[in-house]
């Protein structure tokens, strides 16, 4: 049996624990505790993380499946699922001893990029401060990774560029406090608090400048981390298509019986309802389909050791981003079909509405980055930064 089909085999055995506790997840806006540890023993955890570390190392594709399989299940697992195997790729800035002691076979990579905390240069190393909103994930985390700019005498070090000088760090979630506001209309279960770090001292090796990884440590020697951050940002994309693929079965299921109000037929008896389910069903595998295709590209070429240039990461930005909204496409078809039904809270419908759509908004796959990759086919210069990785 594949690494693959031994993973997705887990992923069935632990579905009763991940829908048992989703509502309780939802209500107390953080992944419940049974859901986090089965996740951790099934080793969910470590499905990007280098082999030599106790990870998997799975391609990306095989890695989506999974994703995209939890997600179906329950949102918040998925999307914490996704947030934690994307930050493991971000190991590769890193020396040995960092990966070796925050990277680790039982780590659980929290944090967010966005905005960039201030690191202030102390002997060496720097001192971290600032809050940074968002945070999955953050009361499993035991580590936290995350932007700063670096500030002397009060004001942030310019590149030669006039850009910021950024650097990647990463601490220790024990280091830093969790803010409870995750107040959100959707994923609520997914505990994006805000987390502050207040003058934490980093040694040089936990801050690295964010800059295209010229040597990687031995860990990350594998064809999987050539592709840099593309796996990481095109995560959301499968946990998306999950939430939609569950939207669908839901609106079949209730298609078959419910009659609306003051009728006799069944919903499933409705021509629009029959189109809109077909339309929903190609949104979901088209979009999907374009995403694999996209990837397996990507990585025959990591494998092949080639150049991973800027049309190809223009194109994983482009297919990540059109699944993620032709997801949440599928799932507005079927809400728009199932009536009241879509409103009630026993029902699923709202919650697939309310999360998916809190993906549609998210910096590394919402809409604005089609203009992203619009500026790469007219030959101008991204915006997107992280282009250059």
Not at 81 to 105: N, Y
Not at 166 to 194: F, K, Q, Y
Not at 272 to 295: G, M
Request: charged share 20%; with cysteine.
């Amino acid at each position: 049996m594949s690494a693959l089909a031994n993973v997705l085999t887990v992923v069935d055995q632990i579905e009763p624990i991940l829908r048992e506790h989703a509502a309780t997840a939802e209500r107390e806006r953080r992944l419940a505790t049974p859901v986090a540890k089965a996740l951790r023993d099934a080793g969910l955890y470590r499905l990007w993380r280098p082999r030599a570390l106790g990870g998997f190392e799975l391609d990306p594709i095989a890695g989506f499946e999974v994703l995209e399989a939890v997600a179906r299940i329950d949102s918040a697992a998925g999307w914490n699922l996704q947030i934690a195997s994307a930050f493991d790729m971000f190991g590769q800035w890193f020396d040995e001893q960092t990966v070796r002691e925050l990277f680790g076979p039982d780590a659980i990579i929290g944090g967010a990029l966005n905005p960039p905390r201030r690191a202030a240069p102390v002997a060496d190393g720097y001192q971290l401060s600032g809050r940074t909103p968002f945070v999955s994930g953050a009361h499993q985390a035991s580590a936290f990774l995350g932007l700063a700019n670096v500030v002397e005498d009060g004001d942030v070090r310019k590149g030669g560029d006039g850009a910021p000088v950024t650097l990647l760090t990463v601490c220790r979630a024990s280091e830093a406090e969790i803010l409870p506001n995750w107040n959100t209309m959707g994923m609520c279960g997914t505990g994006s608090h805000d987390v502050n770090v207040a003058g934490v001292v980093l040694p040089e090796q936990q801050a690295v400048p964010l800059a295209p990884v010229e040597k990687r440590t031995s860990y990350y020697e594998g064809p999987l981390y050539r592709l840099t951050i593309w796996p990481a940002v095109a995560a959301m994309a499968p946990t998306a298509l999950g939430i939609a693929r569950a939207g669908l079965e839901a609106a079949i299921l209730t298609a078959t019986q419910k009659a609306p109000a003051y009728t006799v037929k069944t919903l499933k008896d409705r021509p629009v309802v029959q189109s809109q389910i077909a339309l929903a069903e190609a949104s979901i595998d088209s979009s999907r389909a374009y995403l694999y295709r996209v990837f397996e590209e990507a990585w025959e070429r990591a494998v092949a050791a080639q150049p991973i240039g800027l049309d190809l990461k223009g194109r994983m930005q482009l297919a990540a981003t059109h699944a993620v909204l032709e997801a949440a496409k599928a799932v507005d078809l079927v809400h728009a079909i199932v009536g009241a039904s879509g409103i009630r809270e026993e029902q699923p419908f709202s919650k697939h509405f309310r999360d998916v759509h809190v993906i549609t908004q998210h910096g590394f796959v919402n809409a604005s980055k089609l203009e992203s990759v619009g500026q790469i086919r007219l030959g101008l210069s991204p915006e997107w930064p992280f282009f250059a990785l």
